[in-house]
């Protein structure tokens, strides 16, 4: 491998957010933090390099989104998923919670109902929430491993709604929601008279054996319903940077999209946003980009290897994108608190509460394994040594 993804890069004392806010989580700071949906790597030299050159020019003045930046998401989003799409088709936004805001703030008033999928990416709740929408929690169905899509409460729960957003791949199960459920998606919602915003910031993660289908892409209805919203920050490791766009293939939705985005001053990014997202969509980015995957599929293997041995009460959903590891934790037989509670105090590891996701995340945790294999090792220590001397028929004692 040309990149050293074990190497550990000190993140304490940097204003680091998965240090920072680890007293709010779990009311302790002895824990080991993999929550925070960043990734502990060394962001990649292509892009630390774009901006010391940008530093380099002396003047950190107003910047915008050049046609070169979009040409570049427009060759990417051609390459990794095959989606054909020109320059005019896509707009800077800040981020793609920034995105989904700016897509309530056009297509829904206060009062209107906006349908999520939960268990999900919790802002995907609280932005409509903040904004006055009402959220409809249309669930997932368990499956033996993973979760999927049940179209007929899918069908019942869109009426009345103005916008659904989807999560694709899906956060926190890891999900690359296959092209033939992407297409009832679109037809219920096109039927319905919905749009559908598609969060897909985890599409250029795909893990061996797995595809990620844009749901822009699936048929004719879904490119006249959506808004796509991807960006490099999370598969590049700078989500610091702030860096998003949005593709929008019908005319009308976009001038209605676009002109919301412009006429409130959201499609100007900083100096250094556009430089970062040129220097990842190249061949050199997409050789770090496997590489990248490349060792954090090993952490996924070394932690189903590890699971059954030393907790075999906790079963690991196999994210089919992401660094993100959803662990089914029903059968440990604890209250939610009391799970919460298990693994920050008794492991001493600070992991993401599936109970943020939703009422259906009750049960569940989220670990992040974007980091070192040394980090993913001790976590399983701290993990099979608390699992080891904890008595869980007696948990409150
Ligand atoms: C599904 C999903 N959407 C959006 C985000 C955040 O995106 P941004 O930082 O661009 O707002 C995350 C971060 O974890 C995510 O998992």
Known sequence: MKYNFDEIVPRQGTDCYKYEGLMDLCGRTDVLPLWVADMDFRTPPFVTEAISRRLGQGILGYTCGMMSYKEAICRWVKRLHGMDITPDMVSYVPGVVSGIFLALQTFTEKGDKVLIQQPVYHPFRLVPEATGRIVVQNELRRTADSFEMDFDALRRDIQGCKLMILCNPHNPAGICWSRETLQRVASICAEAGVKVVSD???????????????????????RDIAITLQAPSKTFNMPGIVCSHAIVLNEALRKAYFSYIEGTDQDLGNVFAYDCARACYTDEGDEWRQQMLAY???????????????????????????FLVFLDCRAMGLSHAELEDFFINKARLALNSGAMFGTLGEGYMRLNVGCPRSTVEQAVKQLAEAYRTTDFTDYAD
């Open 200 to 222: 897909e910031i985890h599409c250029d993660m795909v893990l061996t054996g797995h595809e990620h289908v844009p749901f822009a892409t699936v048929s004719e209805e879904a």
């Open 296 to 322: 954090v599929e090993e952490n996924i293997d070394y932690l189903a290897e590890a699971l059954p041995r030393v907790c075999p009460a906790i079963k690991m959903i196999r994210p089919e994108a992401s």
